[in-house]
Nanobody, 124 residues
C-alpha cells in the first residue's frame, strides 16, 4: 500500500499564501503523475494541479492558474503546492494523489493512491 502524507494546511486570510507538502514513497515517486485535488463542503472533488513525471509537464485548473504552483523535490520525495493570492473559495480539504497519468474522464482522475487530506481555510 502506498501512503501519501500531506501537510501545510491551515487558516489564512484572503490574499495570503500557504504551501502544502506531500511526501510519497521513494520507490514510486519517479514513475508517476502526482496531483493535488480539493473538495469543498457540499461540493464534488475537483482537480487543482498535477505534475507528470514523463516530460515534467504541469497542469492547472483554470481557477488556480497563475496563483498556484506545483513543484517537486526529488531528493525529498516531496511534491509541493504553493498557493498565493488565496480566496475564500479556495477553502477546501486538499488531497495529494498519485497514479500513472492524469485522466479527466475518470472519477478518480486516473489516480491510484490518495492521502488523507489537509484542510485549508481562507477567511474573507
Amino acid at each position: 500500500q502506498v501512503q501519501l502524507v500531506e501537510s501545510g494546511g491551515g487558516l489564512v486570510q484572503a490574499g495570503g499564501s500557504l504551501r502544502l507538502s506531500c511526501v510519497a514513497p521513494g520507490r514510486t515517486f519517479n514513475r508517476v503523475t502526482m496531483g493535488w485535488f480539493r473538495q469543498a463542503p457540499g461540493k464534488e472533488r475537483e482537480f487543482v494541479a498535477a505534475f507528470s513525471w514523463s516530460g515534467g509537464s504541469t497542469h492547472y485548473a483554470d481557477s488556480v492558474n497563475g496563483r498556484f504552483t506545483i513543484s517537486r523535490a526529488n531528493a525529498k520525495n516531496t511534491v509541493y503546492l504553493q498557493m498565493n493570492s488565496l480566496k475564500p473559495e479556495d477553502t477546501a480539504v486538499y488531497y495529494c494523489a498519485l497514479g500513472p497519468r492524469l485522466d479527466y474522464s475518470d472519477d478518480d482522475y486516473g489516480m491510484d493512491y490518495w492521502g488523507k487530506g489537509t484542510l485549508v481555510t481562507v477567511s474573507s
